[in-house]
C-alpha cells in the first residue's frame, strides 16, 4: 500500500541562489545562497534543519559532511543522491518519510549545479559519472554507441515521431510556450521572446532535436525545506502540503527518455495506456487529472513534456503532441506546465527550480504568471514518478 502522506508534511520553505552561466561563485557557495534564502522565507534560523536530503554529489563533488560543516548545521538524518532530476521526487520524499516517521524535525531538500565550470563539463575529463560501468550519465548504452542525453531523448521522439506523424511545428508549441512563461519571470536566463521561425531555422543538435528543444546549461542552486505539518502551521509562509506520491519506475519496460511501449531499450512495442499501477498518485490523494492546476516536469527535452502527458493519463498514447496546441498548457490554457519556463528557459537546477516555482504558485506569490485559484500542482516525470502538493 502506498505510503499515507497525506497532510502530515509540508514545505515551509524555498528558497534559490542566482541563475546563469559563470557565475563567480563556487557551487558550494550557490548553495549557501539557496539554504538562506530558504530560511529567510520561511522565518527559520539554521538550527531549526536537522536533516539534509541533498542532490550535489556530481559535478559538485562535496558530500553532505562538507555541507553540514560548512553551513554550521547539527544533523541527525541525511540522504544523499545524484543530482540528476530523477532523483528530485527521491529526495522530496525521503525528506517527507524522516520528518513524519520522527527521523528529524525539519529537513533542507538542496540542489547545486555548476554546468559551464570547467570541472563539471559534461563528457569532459572531470566528468565523475563517465566512469561508471559501460559509461554514460543518464542510463545511456555507449557500447551501442547511444553517449548522451539527448541521444535518448532524440532516438525516443524519432520513434515517436514515426509512429503518430508528429511535426515539427507541433514539437515548437512546447519550447514557445515555456518561453513565454520565463519572459515573466525576473529569475529566468531566456529572457527574450521566441519565435516559430526562430525554433524551426536553429541548428540540429540531434534529429529531431533543435538548440531550443534541449535544456540550459547554467549554474545554480535550489533549497526546499520540509517539515510536519504542525510544525508548518507556526512559520512564516502559509504552507504547502503534501497530498500524495508515487516512486520511480524501473525495469525492462522502462527507457529514462521514454513512456512504456516505444520499443526503446527493451520495452514492448504498440499503444501503451496508463497502467491502474501507474497512476496510483491519484487514488491516493482522492482526485483525478482535471484536478491538477498545474503540472511540472522535468523538461531538459522538449518531448519528454509530451511524454508524461501520456504517460500520466492527461491524453492518449500519441494524441499529445496535438493535445497541447491552441494554449493548452500555457498560462491561462487547460493544463498550464512548467510556468517559471522549467529547465528550457528559466534555468537547469535539475528541476528543482519547478519546485520551487510550484511552491509560490500554491501561494499564490507569482504575479502576472500566477495560476488562477491554484489549489493542486504535480511534479511528475517520463520515468513515472510523481508528488501532488496542496494548499
Known sequence: MPTRIQDQVAIVGVGASAFGRSLPESQLGLAAQAFRAALEDAGLTREAVDGLSINIGWPLGVDYDRVAETFGLSLRYVNQSWTHGRFITHSLQHAAMAVHHGLADCVACLCSVGFTRERGILGGPQDIEGRREEGGSHGESPVYGLTSPAGGAALSMQRYRALY??????????????????????????????????????RRIIDPLRLYDCSLINEGACCVLVTSAERARDQAKAPVYYLAMQGMRSGREEFIFAPPGLGINQQTT??????????????????????????????????????????????????????????????????????????????????????????????????????????????????????????
Open 270 to 391: 504498440g499503444r501503451v495506456t496508463p497502467r491502474e499501477a501507474d497512476l496510483e498518485v491519484y487514488r491516493e490523494g482522492g482526485i483525478t487529472q482535471k484536478d491538477v492546476d498545474g503540472l511540472y516536469t522535468y523538461d531538459a527535452f522538449s518531448p519528454l513534456v509530451l511524454f508524461v502527458l501520456e504517460r500520466f493519463g492527461f491524453c492518449g498514447p500519441g494524441e499529445a503532441a496535438r493535445w497541447i496546441q491552441d494554449g493548452r498548457i500555457g498560462l491561462g490554457g487547460e493544463l498550464p506546465v512548467n510556468t517559471s519556463g522549467g529547465l528550457l528557459s528559466e534555468a537547469h537546477v535539475g528541476g528543482w527550480n519547478s519546485i520551487v516555482e510550484m511552491v509560490r504558485q500554491l501561494r499564490g506569490e507569482c504575479g502576472a504568471r500566477q495560476v488562477a485559484g491554484a489549489q493542486i500542482m504535480q511534479w511528475a516525470t517520463v520515468w513515472g514518478d510523481s508528488i501532488l502538493f496542496h494548499r
Open 165 to 202: 506523424g508528429t511535426t515539427p511545428e507541433q514539437l515548437a508549441t512546447v519550447a514557445l510556450t515555456l518561453r513565454r512563461h520565463a519572459l515573466l519571470n525576473p529569475q529566468a536566463i531566456m529572457r527574450a521572446p521566441l519565435s516559430l521561425e526562430d525554433y524551426l531555422n536553429a
